[in-house]
């Protein structure tokens, strides 16, 4: 006799698609944190607010979705990326000149920033997403994201994507703005690190789990870079596209990746059971 159960899967399958997706909407959440507290000037803390309201509800109607659904799982990816963006930059940050009009002191309303620097910043968000897989680990969860089919699975699996791409964030600005390399070199070292990941993916002893989650943090400094590159000042090492032009671009190209996969997608169905 044997018992079969289906269940349906709501997180996306790790294809090459995924990763391109992952890039442009990691980019975009870099671009489009600074649109609102920095071109807009609502500053770090309101925007940082405003986009964690944006992250929760993007996140019940992921969480409410019977099956995967792109536009809902790659909308709460985007939000996670705005908000890691904005609240990476509260922490590290105070209200600095280069986003400030002339003879203003201020940016947006709120407290201006921690200031806690990059290394202090990067050391809090790596030892918060240890702590998040250290309870991961405890709760008996798989770390697989497509056999993530519960509720306290997907709690978990946000909760970590939600730190990492703050992390990402931190880990991006440092590279851009700290460590000398500018924005391409900080993108080329980012992009260096992936490949070698790749090249990892062959080695049997090393676990693709591990694997996909050290790619999935150093794809947001990545993203982080690459916006920074498209919108910052020539003179500064970047491209000057601006960040309202740069997130319109970019927005169009993710929800292009994401109706061309809700036109593709069909249900995947996982069947479980044992034979007696």
């Known amino acids: 006799m044997t018992t079969t159960q289906s269940v349906t899967k709501k997180l996306p399958e790790v294809t090459l698609a995924f990763w391109i997706m992952k890039i442009a909407a990691t980019t975009l959440g870099e671009t489009a944190g600074d649109l609102f507290s920095q071109t807009l000037r609502l500053g770090y803390f309101l925007t940082t607010l405003a986009l964690f309201l944006v992250f929760v509800v993007t996140l019940v109607v992921q969480l409410r979705s019977a099956r995967y659904q792109p536009f809902c799982y790659w909308t709460v990816i985007l939000s996670t990326s705005m908000a890691g963006t904005t609240l990476s930059d509260f922490m590290n940050r105070e209200a600095d000149p280069r986003y400030l009009p002339a003879g203003e002191t201020s940016l947006g309303w709120g407290?201006?920033?921690?200031?806690?620097?990059?290394?202090?910043?990067?050391?809090?968000?790596?030892?918060?997403?240890?702590?998040?897989?250290?309870?991961?680990?405890?709760?008996?969860?798989?770390?697989?994201?497509?056999?993530?089919?519960?509720?306290?699975?997907?709690?978990?699996?946000?909760?970590?994507?939600?730190?990492?791409?703050?992390?990402?964030?931190?880990?991006?600005?440092?590279?851009?703005?700290?460590?000398?390399?500018?924005?391409?070199?900080?993108?080329?070292?980012?992009?260096?690190?992936?490949?070698?990941?790749?090249?990892?993916?062959?080695?049997?002893?090393?676990?693709?789990?591990?694997?996909?989650?050290?790619?999935?943090?150093?794809?947001?400094?990545?993203?982080?870079?690459?916006?920074?590159?498209?919108?910052?000042?020539?003179?500064?090492?970047?491209?000057?596209?601006?960040?309202?032009?740069?997130?319109?671009?970019?927005?169009?190209?993710?929800?292009?990746?994401?109706?061309?996969?809700?036109?593709?997608?069909?249900?995947?169905?996982?069947?479980?059971?044992?034979g007696v």
Do not use: H
């Not at 703050?166 to 992936?194: H, I, K, P, R, W």
């Open 111 to 274: 407290p201006q920033g921690l200031g806690l620097g990059y290394p202090q910043g990067a050391a809090i968000l790596v030892s918060l997403l240890l702590l998040v897989f250290l309870c991961w680990k405890l709760s008996g969860m798989t770390f697989r994201i497509t056999e993530i089919v519960t509720l306290r699975g997907e709690a978990l699996f946000w909760t970590a994507i939600l730190v990492s791409n703050t992390l990402g964030t931190s880990m991006g600005d440092f590279l851009s703005d700290s460590s000398g390399l500018g924005y391409l070199g900080g993108a080329a070292l980012v992009t260096a690190l992936l490949l070698v990941l790749v090249t990892l993916t062959r080695v049997p002893a090393v676990p693709n789990v591990l694997l996909f989650w050290i790619a999935f943090v150093l794809t947001r400094p990545l993203g982080a870079t690459a916006g920074d590159l498209l919108t910052k000042p020539v003179a500064k090492g970047g491209l000057d596209l601006g960040t309202a032009g740069s997130s319109a671009v970019l927005l169009t190209v993710l929800l292009g990746l994401m109706a061309y996969q809700q036109a593709t997608r069909t249900p995947r169905l996982r069947n479980t059971g044992d």
